[in-house]
């Protein structure tokens, strides 16, 4: 720890140096450890190891305490560093092939790994699997996710799981920081700080920080944690809106949420036609028009008054619309098309796919989003089709959920991008066809067509597609098409 | 999370140990997060304060680009004069990318020797939950009138002020949840007269009296457009108020207004967004808030020839 520096944030300053300093996570330290020693004769099995948890549980302060412990030198790589390809050869490459000076063992780290696939690193995944398969040297990857991380990169490493911490022992470290700083303090307020962090002992000392800097005392009522359940819920909102009179209750109660304009819109617009009725539901979705209008104006031009008047066509706009009372309906939270379909990050998604696939089709991406991206989302309900499709264009997760309207965490998405992943690492990708092999285009395919944008020659292109995806649907969704398809499909688009 | 109760107690405790964690203030926009940032900033590095603390809107540069170049820079470079650390204060730090706030990461814990962050933004729901538990977080809720005026009174009886009832409403009034723009405009009144009144405040302030902005919406509505258009162009002239300052003024009034059915408040408040987007757009804000008059005119179904 960094105990004799005093203008240090309390967190960092309290970092523990050494592994025995760590509280809690016994038996993930005692698995780094072993897996430590085996490097003291040569390199083991797996040269890598991954710890991954949530944030704040001590995963990077356990990875450079290791090092510490065991008079190994560090070096480390994170997210705020580019990991393309080249910059992490160079870096991570060269420390890997090569022993210390003193002939010790060099520990590489690499922090936060599961966020190397972004399009400005692309490359860097498959190079990473490449130094892991051939490093000299022990290298340590730590995540938040481990469905992040690219399969090939797991199956290189020892995973090694952190918990969250139990309020007790966070507590503890807390109580250990207060008697360093010379601040009394009550049990019951450091319990408070403690449960209220939900396991992430970082977040615990930046509160304790927050309340007892500067005080040589530290009492129960200092502790003022906002309690999240006494604020209103969006249910609360929408209850205002639909079943209440007052304008300006409907309105207010907004401010009381953490929800976003664009996120509280596609509430609105879930409920409402369970709500009214006729001509009132009409003039309440003419609010939300209004309402949305708005909205565009905050996104395109930065001009975030406008939010205010987004706020009151959503909120009193639709309180006004109702002419009468309305039984009650179970409100219904947006489904996931609704949602997305809204928010400015799934327009910067949609934007990003078309981006991807038009690089690789090299035409723009507006013509990539008007003309391939609607087929592209008919035929993803084919999982095969899917896995191609993200391997080929290098889709990351969101991207994924985004195009089969599913949930970033589901099961689905995950394997698909890990079998996309996959595929990628192996140098395939650049051999699959999206669109391309069928009909009288041959190997060609749209992928020539949609980039010659001469009027003669492309025509058919989409008609083609078109057809193909006609056929597609007709043969549904039925087990035994699909099987065949498996079997004879060279391209995305050769059913 | 900590609440609000405390923020400023809490935030000026910093200040006094000269030690701070990362902060994240979250909230609506005007209710003092960058002004909170400012005056840490200003009171921890005195007179060097400007070379210390560094501005960034976010919504400008959201890429990742930004965090491994710029802001990586700006967080290793050592602090000027004998400040311990400088202070970057990221603006509207939602609008960065989910790529650019995971590369932020591990930068806000490196250079903690020479940087500290403070993130504002509207939401915190948009900030990545591993940044969130590097900071100490905030919540800034709208002020409320309440709070603004026991602040007001009580620097008034520090100072030795004389100040007015009507003048307190008007401080509240003026101030609308912004506990910096009360105190200033205390402050500028408290120099200009030897008892600050209402006038005092909305003069200092530049700012329509309400009475005046609700007759000129009710004018126009019950079809006198003359005198409302007349009322405009003093408002304008005369007291020197911007378009944008009539226009917030306009749609905080419109609720409150007597006689005009809900119905029709929303109307006009569509109108009046439509209005506040042309003045940013336009040329002429007269020529769009008299086009705003004349369709509180149309809206009210009265034409006085
Ligand atoms: N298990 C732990 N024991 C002691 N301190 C911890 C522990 N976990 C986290 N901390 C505290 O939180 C800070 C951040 O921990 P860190 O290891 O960087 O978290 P992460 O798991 O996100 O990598 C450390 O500086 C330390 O003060
Ligand atoms: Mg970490």
Same mark, same amino acid.
């Given at each position: 720890m960094?105990? @004799? %520096?005093?203008?240090?944030?309390w967190?960092?300053?309290?970092?523990?140096t050494?592994l025995?300093e760590?509280?809690?996570n016994g038996k993930?330290v005692s698995?780094?450890?072993?897996?430590?020693?085996?490097?003291?004769?040569?390199?083991?099995?797996?040269?890598?190891?991954i710890?991954y948890?949530k944030?704040?549980?001590?995963?990077?302060t356990?990875a450079?305490?290791?090092?510490?412990?065991?008079g190994?030198?560090?070096?480390?790589l994170?997210?705020?560093?580019?990991r393309?390809?080249?910059?992490?050869?160079?870096?991570?490459?060269?420390?890997?092939?090569t022993?210390?000076?003193?002939g010790?063992?060099?520990?590489?780290?690499?922090?936060?790994?599961d966020n190397?696939?972004?399009n400005?690193?692309? &490359? &860097?995944?498959?190079?990473?699997?490449?130094?892991?398969q051939?490093?000299?040297q022990p290298i340590?990857?730590?995540?938040?996710?481990?469905?992040?991380?690219?399969q090939?990169i797991?199956?290189?490493?020892v995973?090694?799981?952190?918990?969250?911490?139990?309020?007790r022992?966070?507590?503890?470290l807390?109580r250990?920081i207060?008697?360093?700083e010379?601040?009394?303090?009550?049990?019951?307020a450091?319990?408070r700080?403690?449960?209220n962090?939900?396991g992430?002992?970082?977040?615990?000392?930046?509160?304790?920080?927050a309340? +007892?800097q500067?005080k040589?005392?530290?009492h129960?009522?200092?502790?003022?944690v #906002?309690?999240r359940d006494?604020r209103?819920?969006?249910?609360d909102?929408?209850?205002?809106i639909?079943?209440?009179?007052? $304008?300006?209750d409907a309105?207010?109660?907004?401010?009381?949420i953490?929800?976003?304009?664009?996120?509280?819109?596609?509430w609105?617009?879930e409920?409402?036609p369970a709500?009214?009725r006729?001509?009132?539901m009409?003039?309440?979705?003419d609010?939300l028009?209004?309402?949305?209008?708005?909205?565009?104006?905050?996104q395109r031009?930065q001009n975030?008054?406008?939010?205010?008047?987004?706020?009151?066509?959503?909120? #009193?706009?639709v309180?006004?619309?109702?002419?009468?009372?309305?039984?009650?309906?179970?409100?219904?939270?947006?489904?996931?098309?609704?949602?997305?379909?809204?928010t400015?990050?799934?327009r910067?998604m949609?934007d990003?796919?078309s981006?991807?696939?038009?690089?690789?089709?090299q035409?723009?991406?507006?013509?990539?989003?008007?003309?391939?991206?609607?087929?592209?989302?008919?035929l993803?309900?084919d999982r095969?089709?899917?896995v191609r499709?993200a391997a080929?264009?290098?889709?990351?997760?969101?991207e994924?959920a985004?195009l089969?309207?599913?949930?970033?965490?589901a099961?689905k998405v995950?394997?698909?991008?890990?079998?996309?992943?996959?595929m990628?690492?192996? &140098?395939?990708a650049?051999?699959i066809?999206?669109?391309g092999?069928?009909?009288?285009?041959?190997?060609?395919g749209?992928q020539?067509?949609a980039?010659?944008?001469?009027p003669?020659?492309?025509?058919?292109?989409?008609?083609?597609?078109?057809?193909?995806?006609?056929?597609?649907?007709e043969?549904?969704?039925?087990?035994e098409?699909?099987e065949?398809?498996?079997?004879?499909?060279?391209?995305?688009?050769?059913f | 999370?900590v609440?609000q109760?405390n923020t400023?107690?809490?935030?000026?405790?910093?200040v006094?140990?000269?030690?701070?964690?990362?902060?994240?203030f979250t909230?609506?926009?005007?209710?003092?997060?960058t002004?909170?940032?400012v005056?840490i900033?200003r009171?921890?590095?005195?007179d060097?304060w400007? #070379?210390?603390f560094?501005e960034?809107n976010?919504?400008?540069?959201?890429g990742?680009d930004?965090?491994?170049?710029?802001?990586?820079?700006?967080?290793?470079t050592s602090?000027?004069g004998?400040a311990?650390?400088?202070? $970057?204060?990221?603006? %509207?730090?939602?609008?960065?990318t989910i790529?650019?706030?995971s590369a932020?990461?591990?930068?806000m814990?490196?250079?903690?020797r020479t940087?500290?962050f403070i993130l504002?933004c509207?939401?915190?729901?948009k900030i990545?939950?591993?940044?969130q538990?590097?900071?100490?977080?905030?919540?800034?809720g709208p002020?409320t009138?309440?709070?603004?005026?026991?602040?007001?009174?009580y620097?008034?009886?520090?100072e030795?002020?004389?100040?007015?009832?009507?003048?307190v409403?008007?401080i509240?009034?003026?101030?609308h &949840?912004?506990?910096?723009?009360?105190?200033n405009?205390?402050?500028s009144?408290?120099? !200009?007269?030897a008892?600050i009144?209402?006038?005092a405040?909305y003069?200092?302030?530049a700012?329509a009296?309400?009475?005046e902005?609700?007759k000129?919406?009710?004018? +126009?509505?019950?079809?006198d457009?003359?005198?409302s258009?007349?009322?405009?162009?003093d408002l304008?002239?005369k007291?020197g !108020?911007s378009? %944008?300052?009539?226009?917030?003024q306009?749609?905080?009034?419109?609720?409150d207004v007597?006689?005009?059915?809900?119905?029709k408040?929303?109307?006009?408040?569509?109108k009046?967004?439509?209005?506040d987007?042309?003045?940013?757009?336009?040329?002429?804000e007269?020529?769009?808030?008299?086009? !705003?008059?004349?369709q509180?005119?149309? @809206?009210?179904?009265?034409?006085n020839?």
């Amino acid at each position: 720890m960094n105990i @004799s %520096e005093t203008k240090i944030e309390w967190s960092e300053k309290y970092r523990p140096t050494s592994l025995s300093e760590i509280v809690g996570n016994g038996k993930p330290v005692s698995d780094l450890c072993a897996w430590a020693k085996e490097w003291r004769n040569r390199a083991p099995d797996r040269k890598a190891a991954i710890l991954y948890g949530k944030p704040g549980i001590g995963k990077t302060t356990a990875a450079h305490a290791l090092a510490h412990d065991l008079g190994w030198e560090a070096i480390e790589l994170n997210a705020s560093d580019q990991r393309t390809a080249t910059a992490i050869k160079k870096v991570a490459g060269m420390a890997s092939e090569t022993a210390t000076i003193g002939g010790g063992i060099r520990l590489i780290i690499l922090d936060e790994a599961d966020n190397i696939y972004g399009n400005a690193d692309r &490359g &860097g995944a498959r190079e990473l699997v490449r130094i892991i398969q051939h490093t000299t040297q022990p290298i340590l990857l730590t995540a938040n996710d481990l469905y992040g991380v690219s399969q090939g990169i797991k199956n290189l490493c020892v995973p090694i799981a952190f918990r969250s911490l139990q309020s007790r022992s966070i507590a503890q470290l807390l109580r250990k920081i207060c008697q360093n700083e010379g601040i009394a303090c009550d049990a019951e307020a450091l319990l408070r700080l403690a449960e209220n962090a939900h396991g992430d002992s970082r977040s615990a000392i930046n509160d304790l920080q927050a309340v +007892a800097q500067g005080k040589s005392k530290l009492h129960q009522d200092d502790v003022v944690v #906002s309690s999240r359940d006494s604020r209103d819920t969006i249910f609360d909102v929408l209850k205002k809106i639909f079943k209440k009179k007052d $304008i300006k209750d409907a309105l207010n109660a907004t401010y009381d949420i953490d929800e976003t304009p664009d996120s509280l819109i596609s509430w609105v617009d879930e409920n409402l036609p369970a709500q009214y009725r006729g001509g009132d539901m009409v003039s309440g979705f003419d609010a939300l028009s209004r309402a949305d209008i708005f909205l565009g104006r905050v996104q395109r031009r930065q001009n975030y008054r406008m939010w205010r008047y987004a706020g009151a066509m959503m909120t #009193s706009g639709v309180v006004v619309s109702k002419s009468r009372e309305y039984a009650g309906a179970r409100f219904m939270p947006p489904s996931q098309w609704r949602r997305l379909g809204q928010t400015r990050a799934a327009r910067q998604m949609r934007d990003a796919i078309s981006g991807k696939i038009g690089l690789r089709c090299q035409v723009s991406q507006r013509y990539a989003r008007l003309n391939l991206l609607p087929f592209v989302k008919g035929l993803v309900s084919d999982r095969d089709y899917a896995v191609r499709l993200a391997a080929w264009a290098g889709l990351d997760v969101g991207e994924i959920a985004y195009l089969t309207g599913s949930k970033k965490g589901a099961l689905k998405v995950k394997t698909i991008y890990q079998e996309a992943q996959t595929m990628f690492e192996a &140098g395939i990708a650049e051999e699959i066809e999206i669109f391309g092999g069928f009909g009288q285009q041959g190997q060609q395919g749209l992928q020539n067509a949609a980039a010659d944008l001469k009027p003669e020659k492309p025509k058919r292109a989409p008609v083609a597609l078109a057809e193909e995806l006609e056929k597609k649907q007709e043969k549904g969704t039925e087990k035994e098409p699909k099987e065949a398809l498996k079997k004879a499909q060279t391209s995305l688009f050769d059913f | 999370m900590v609440g609000q109760t405390n923020t400023i107690g809490r935030l000026s405790s910093y200040v006094r140990t000269e030690n701070l964690p990362h902060l994240m203030f979250t909230g609506p926009p005007g209710v003092g997060k960058t002004a909170s940032a400012v005056s840490i900033a200003r009171e921890l590095f005195g007179d060097t304060w400007q #070379s210390n603390f560094t501005e960034l809107n976010a919504s400008d540069e959201r890429g990742i680009d930004v965090v491994r170049h710029k802001i990586k820079n700006f967080a290793r470079t050592s602090p000027v004069g004998d400040a311990d650390f400088k202070i $970057i204060f990221l603006d %509207e730090a939602d609008a960065l990318t989910i790529d650019a706030q995971s590369a932020l990461r591990r930068t806000m814990e490196k250079y903690t020797r020479t940087c500290r962050f403070i993130l504002s933004c509207n939401y915190s729901s948009k900030i990545i939950e591993p940044i969130q538990s590097r900071c100490a977080v905030y919540r800034f809720g709208p002020i409320t009138d309440e709070a603004v005026e026991e602040r007001v009174r009580y620097i008034a009886t520090e100072e030795q002020l004389d100040i007015t009832e009507d003048g307190v409403d008007a401080i509240k009034y003026v101030a609308h &949840g912004d506990m910096r723009k009360a105190i200033n405009a205390l402050q500028s009144a408290a120099m !200009l007269d030897a008892t600050i009144d209402r006038d005092a405040i909305y003069q200092i302030t530049a700012t329509a009296r309400p009475e005046e902005i609700e007759k000129l919406i009710s004018d +126009a509505y019950k079809g006198d457009f003359a005198e409302s258009r007349r009322k405009l162009g003093d408002l304008l002239t005369k007291q020197g !108020l911007s378009g %944008e300052d009539i226009v917030g003024q306009i749609y905080r009034a419109v609720f409150d207004v007597g006689d005009i059915p809900d119905r029709k408040k929303i109307e006009l408040i569509d109108k009046i967004g439509e209005t506040d987007f042309r003045i940013t757009e336009g040329a002429n804000e007269r020529i769009q808030l008299e086009a !705003l008059l004349a369709q509180f005119v149309l @809206s009210g179904g009265i034409y006085n020839d």
